[in-house]
C-alpha cells in the first residue's frame, strides 16, 4: 500500500512522466515503467552529487548554464516540429507505429530531463572521451557535446545504425533526407564523430581507438 502511495504522490507532483499518449496506449505498462523511475526517487541535482562526488554549487552552476541556454532548447524545439511536420504530411500509420513501439517509454516532453542528466554527468566529470552507442535524432548526443563545448574539452564518438536499414529494424523516424544525428547544432560537430554500423561489431574497435 505504501509503494502504491507513494507512486500516485509521485505521479500528482511529476504528471509530465505519465500523462502522454503512451500512457493513454499503454497504460498499465506505463504504470509499471514510471513506477520504477519514481521509487526512490531523488532530485537531479542530488543525483548527480552522489554519482560524481561534485559540489552542489558546481553543479547548480552547471544546471543554470544548461536550463538559461534558450539557444539550444529553441533548436531542439524548431528541430522536433520539422519531425512532426514531416510525419503529419506523410502516409505513415502513427497509430499502428506506436501500437508496435515498445510500450511504457516516457514522452518527448520528458526527454530535456534526460538530457539535462547526461549535461550535468558531462560538466561534473569532465571525460576526455565518451563512447554512445545508439543516436536516433541526436538530441542525448546534443547535451552531452553542449557540455563538453561548455568545458572546453571532450569528444563524443557515436554508434548507430545507418539510414539504409529498414525503419522496422531501427524503431526511429528521420524527417526525408536526414540521418542519424540530424538535430545536432553544426556549432557541437567538431567535438562528434559518428560510426554507422551494428554497435556488436564497432564498439570495441571504437574504445580501443
Not at 552542489?56 to 538559461?68: A, P, Q, R, V, W
Not at 568545458?151 to 557515436?158: C, D
Request: charged share 25%.
Amino acid at each position: 500500500m505504501g509503494n502504491t502511495l507513494n507512486y500516485f504522490t509521485a505521479v500528482c507532483k511529476y504528471p509530465h512522466y505519465v500523462l502522454n499518449k503512451r500512457f493513454l496506449l499503454h497504460p498499465i505498462s506505463s504504470i509499471d515503467t514510471v513506477s520504477k523511475i519514481m521509487k526512490g526517487n531523488t532530485s537531479l541535482l542530488e543525483s548527480i552529487r552522489n554519482l560524481t562526488n561534485d559540489k552542489m554549487d558546481n553543479i547548480k552552476n552547471n544546471y543554470n548554464d544548461i536550463k538559461n541556454n534558450v539557444e539550444l532548447h529553441q533548436h531542439l524545439e524548431e528541430g522536433y516540429g520539422e519531425l512532426d511536420n514531416y510525419v503529419n504530411n506523410t502516409d505513415l500509420d502513427m497509430l499502428r507505429y506506436s501500437n508496435k513501439t515498445p510500450s511504457g517509454r516516457l514522452g518527448r516532453d520528458t526527454q530535456s530531463n534526460a538530457g539535462h542528466f547526461l549535461y550535468l554527468i558531462i560538466r561534473s566529470l569532465k571525460p576526455d572521451t565518451v563512447v554512445e552507442t545508439g543516436v536516433a535524432s541526436g538530441e542525448s548526443s546534443t547535451f552531452m557535446l553542449q557540455a563538453m563545448e561548455d568545458n572546453k574539452k571532450g569528444k563524443l564518438f557515436s554508434i548507430d545504425l545507418p539510414p539504409s536499414v529498414n525503419q522496422n529494424q531501427r524503431k526511429i523516424i528521420f524527417p526525408k533526407d536526414k540521418s542519424s544525428g540530424w538535430i545536432i547544432p553544426e556549432n557541437l560537430k567538431d567535438r562528434w564523430e559518428l560510426h554507422e554500423g551494428d554497435s556488436g561489431d564497432l564498439l570495441l574497435p571504437c574504445c580501443k581507438n
